[in-house]
């Protein structure tokens, strides 16, 4: 586990998708009383879960889009206290997890005074939330921006093409799930006034150094008024 800023650790881990190499990152956020908020979870380890507890305790599991929830279950169970919350239409795609609430009104009233939330609009097949972490000024973002700076093969052929091998881009096969851009744009916008410190990409790197920067370039990419 990596420690980000006050209050915010990530834990990397392996990912093999379609014979590319994209690793992955479950973001741990820290509340005031110091509760932890897992989002996006990764294989869940013994070490991990030790990991965990020696810095607190786990309030609330998180799938924060349709694709980043084949770890849930193991977290959920490990830890049967904690609330999950998964986006909408992943109780119909996972109907064995019994996800405590979507991501939405519920989880905006217990943990929205620390750890914002965005849902991203007009993306029904992916439906994913970003997650503004107030203390540590950290974006937690899960396919919404790449970065893959450092890969090999095949992997570094995908990152080539998607143009995230050098920066940080919102990469063509997430813009091609985007079905109402109006929608979407609209969604981003209150992005602008965010003082981002860090950015948290589950793919596959955690900016810090100009992390404010690139992610008003992202937006301008994205036409996002």
Known sequence: MQCVAERLWTVPSDLRFGGLKLNTRMTVCGLPDGGLILISPVPFTLERKAALE??????????????????????MNEFPDAKSFGPAGLTQKRSDLEVGDEL?????????????????????????????????????ATDF?????????FTRLFAILMGIDRQV????????????RSAFRKSLAPLRDLEVRHLSMCHD?????????????????????
Do not use: Y
């Open 104 to 140: 939405g009104p519920q989880f905006d009233a217990l943990f929205g005074a620390d750890l914002q939330r965005w849902p991203i609009d007009g993306m029904p097949k992916l439906n994913e939330s970003l997650f503004f972490h107030r203390a540590s000024g950290g974006l937690i």
């Open 205 to 225: 790197s955690v900016l810090s150094d100009g992390a404010n920067q690139t992610l008003r370039r992202i937006l301008d990419q994205l036409k996002v008024p």
């Open 145 to 153: 921006c790449f970065f893959i700076p450092r890969s090999k093969g």
């Open 169 to 180: 881009k919102c990469e063509p096969l997430f813009r091609a799930l985007v079905r109402d």
């Open 54 to 75: 020696e810095i607190g305790e786990v309030r609330a599991i998180v799938s924060p889009n349709l694709l980043h929830h084949l770890s849930l279950g193991e977290w």
